[in-house]
């Protein structure tokens, strides 16, 4: 989730961050999926902007709030194609 209500400083979460910052995890991202509020405009979905960016991995989706049932299958879908992609190379 995008936290910091347009502060980018504050937009990852301090548990995402920690997480990140070892280096065995960071090296196992292959992507991001990012869950905000559009009601932050430009700020919706920036810790996904940011982590993606950051670590060199595609954003995989975003999602308002709690999602619906068509987002989850598009994430789904995205998260299939990717695994193949990973596993042919």
Known sequence: PT?????????????????????????????????GNTNFGEHYCKAADMIAAKIGVPILGRV??????EEVITIQERLVKLNDTIQLS
């Open 64 to 69: 308002e709030l709690l999602g619906t049932p």
């Open 3 to 35: 936290y910091g209500g347009g502060n980018d400083g504050y937009s990852i979460p301090a548990s995402v961050k920690a997480f990140l910052n070892i280096e065995s995890n960071r090296d196992l991202v292959r992507g991001v999926v990012g869950f």
